[in-house]
């Protein structure tokens, strides 16, 4: 087995409910991201899939999704509908289920982001999300690995498929898996 690993960025804004510090207050990041990949054997191309087919479908997603939108608790219900009126882009956590509690912590939007690639690259050969480092600040990150899917993450990926796996599903459907080797045409 190999890894490659595609590194993108994004800026969103969030708080974190109920917090007793500064994090309460809203605020954003330039959040930095690893992508790394799992694959068992290339194409006769020479890889597994092209990086930029990783750019196409994995960061694109994160860039129409997350990228310049606010990523929100759905028990924060002022934020909620401020963003709704505004039109403003918005993700709303999952994890825990339907408008259950879930802050928008580092350590959850990377779940969330772990499930989406789950979705997004299910139709590619030989090819699985291995893991996903997330950085908040440049000295603050969590990394979450397929190993660690386990326990009460086997129960936030259910609950997150059932609310948001359609429409990543749709997404996926939406950009396809493009060939890359002419030979193939």
């Known amino acids: 087995?190999?890894?490659?690993?595609?590194?993108?960025?994004?800026?969103?804004?969030?708080?974190?409910?109920?917090?007793?510090m500064k994090c309460f207050n809203i605020h954003g990041h330039t959040y930095l991201y690893e992508l790394s990949f799992s694959f068992s054997e290339e194409k006769s191309i020479g890889?597994?899939?092209?990086?930029?087919?990783?750019?196409?479908?994995?960061a694109?997603?994160?860039?129409?999704?997350?990228?310049?939108?606010?990523?929100?608790?759905?028990?924060?219900?002022?934020?909620?509908?401020?963003?709704?009126?505004?039109?403003?882009?918005y993700w709303i956590m999952s994890l825990n289920g339907s408008n259950e509690y879930c802050n928008p912590t580092v350590e959850n939007i990377v779940r969330e982001m772990f499930f989406a690639m789950e979705v997004l690259f299910q139709n590619y050969e030989s090819l699985k999300i291995e893991s996903i480092k997330l950085y908040e600040t440049p000295n603050c990150h969590t990394t979450l690995k397929s190993t660690d899917i386990v326990g009460h993450l086997q129960v936030?990926?259910?609950n997150w498929r059932s609310k948001n796996h359609q429409s990543v599903l749709n997404y996926a459907k939406e950009k396809g898996v493009l060939e890359y080797d002419d030979r193939n045409n």
């Open 47 to 58: 890889y597994a899939i092209d990086f930029k087919e990783i750019k196409r479908v994995a």
């Open 60 to 89: 694109q997603w994160i860039d129409d999704v997350l990228d310049h939108g606010a990523i929100l608790n759905p028990h924060d219900l002022s934020l909620v509908s401020i963003a709704e009126e505004l039109s403003s882009k």
């Open 156 to 158: 936030q990926r259910m």
């Open 1 to 20: 087995m190999q890894i490659i690993t595609r590194n993108g960025s994004f800026d969103s804004m969030h708080r974190v409910m109920n917090e007793k």
